[in-house]
Every structure is written in structure tokens, then in C-alpha cells.
């Protein structure tokens, strides 16, 4: 069977380094399927789950990504990310309090920088809680 060596790292830590059969990331515009010997690709991710099929195994990695880089080379992926972190290491009540938080500071803010950055903060926590729900299947 044909495997990819996936890599997954952000500017704290390495989160992922291992054989993979199938590995499915957020895509700019949707969602990224990639197998081994797919052709060269670079492309920018968007904050969302990466799945990661584990050589013969029933289960995969899951990893919480806030955007950043794919590259796929024929034996390869790697994704840098700016933030990651593992599923089953996110905090849901953590989460949801930041989002609340957010959304309060949303209805606050009507214009400018603020909003901007408060929108994507949402975006990113709404991927968190994605992350945590995909887990939980």
C-alpha cells in the first residue's frame, strides 16, 4: 500500500509527524483530498480540522489548524500552520467562553479594524468547536 509522510507543525511545536493513507484539509476554497502520489501542490489553508488516515488503522489524527500553507509533494505533505493543535487537547467550555466573549465584543465594535479582527477570531473559534465535534464521533 502507498503511504504519505505527513508533517504538521505551527510556529510552537511539531503536532503531527507520521505514515498517512489519506489526509483531508481546508482548503481556500473547500475541502482538500489528498492521497499518495497526488501532483505537487501549494496551496493556503483556511482555519478548519485536518484529518489525517492513519496507515492501516480504523481512526484518524485529528488536528485543529488556523490557516496556513499545504504543500504536497509525491511522497509528501506538509502543512504549516499558524496555530495547531490536537482535537482531543481543545477545551470546549474554554472555547465557548471565547466565543461568547466575542460576539459580545462583535455587537460593541460596528466598524473598523476591531471588527475585522473579531470576525476572524469567530471564524477560527467556530472551527475549534468543529474540531471538538468531529472528534466526538
Same mark, same amino acid.
Given at each position: 500500500?502507498?503511504?504519505?509522510?505527513?508533517?504538521?507543525?505551527?510556529?510552537?511545536?511539531?503536532?503531527?509527524?507520521?505514515?498517512?493513507?489519506?489526509?483531508?484539509?481546508?482548503?481556500?476554497?473547500?475541502?482538500?483530498?489528498?492521497?499518495?502520489?497526488?501532483?505537487?501542490?501549494?496551496?493556503?489553508?483556511?482555519?478548519?480540522?485536518?484529518?489525517?488516515?492513519?496507515?492501516?488503522?480504523?481512526?484518524?489524527?485529528?488536528?485543529?489548524?488556523?490557516?496556513?500553507?499545504?504543500?504536497?509533494?509525491?511522497? +509528501? #505533505?506538509?502543512?504549516? %500552520?499558524?496555530?495547531?493543535? &490536537? @482535537?482531543?487537547?481543545?477545551? $470546549?467550555?474554554?472555547?465557548?467562553? =471565547?466565543?461568547?466573549?466575542?460576539?459580545? +465584543? #462583535?455587537?460593541?465594535? %460596528?466598524?473598523?479594524?476591531? &471588527? @475585522?479582527?473579531?470576525?476572524? $477570531?469567530?471564524?477560527?473559534?467556530? =472551527?475549534?468547536?468543529?474540531?471538538?465535534?468531529? #472528534?466526538?464521533?
Amino acid at each position: 500500500m502507498a503511504t504519505l509522510h505527513v508533517n504538521i507543525v505551527s510556529a510552537e511545536q511539531a503536532i503531527f509527524s507520521g505514515e498517512a493513507e489519506m489526509v483531508v484539509a481546508p482548503g481556500e476554497t473547500g475541502e482538500l483530498g489528498i492521497l499518495p502520489g497526488h501532483t505537487p501542490l501549494m496551496t493556503r489553508i483556511r482555519p478548519g480540522t485536518v484529518k489525517v488516515k492513519l496507515v492501516g488503522q480504523d481512526k484518524e489524527e485529528i488536528v485543529y489548524v488556523s490557516g496556513g500553507i499545504l504543500e504536497v509533494q509525491p511522497k +509528501a #505533505l506538509t502543512i504549516l %500552520a499558524d496555530t495547531s493543535i &490536537r @482535537a482531543h487537547d481543545l477545551d $470546549e467550555a474554554k472555547v465557548m467562553e =471565547a466565543k461568547r466573549q466575542a460576539e459580545e +465584543a #462583535l455587537a460593541n465594535r %460596528a466598524t473598523g479594524q476591531d &471588527r @475585522a479582527l473579531v470576525v476572524a $477570531e469567530l471564524a477560527q473559534l467556530a =472551527a475549534q468547536l468543529q474540531a471538538i465535534r468531529k #472528534l466526538r464521533k
